[in-house]
C-alpha cells in the first residue's frame, strides 16, 4: 500500500505540477484549509478524519 501511495504522489507531482513538490504540497495546504475543489485535481482536497458527503 505505501509503494501505491508513493508511486500515486509522484505521479500527481509530475503530471499536473512539472515535479515541483513545493507546489502541490503549497496547493494541499491551501485547498484543505479552504475546504475548496483543486481546479487541478478536480476534486476536493480534505484533512484527515472529513469524509465526502
Do not use: N, P
Not at 512539472?18 to 491551501?30: C, I, P, S, W
Not at 483543486?38 to 458527503?53: D, K, R
Amino acid at each position: 500500500m505505501e509503494a501505491i501511495g508513493r508511486a500515486g504522489f509522484w505521479a500527481t507531482v509530475e503530471k499536473h505540477f512539472g515535479g515541483d513538490v513545493a507546489a502541490y504540497m503549497r496547493m494541499l495546504r491551501t485547498h484543505r484549509a479552504q475546504g475548496k475543489e483543486s481546479a487541478v485535481l478536480g476534486c476536493s482536497v480534505q484533512s484527515q478524519g472529513q469524509s465526502a458527503a
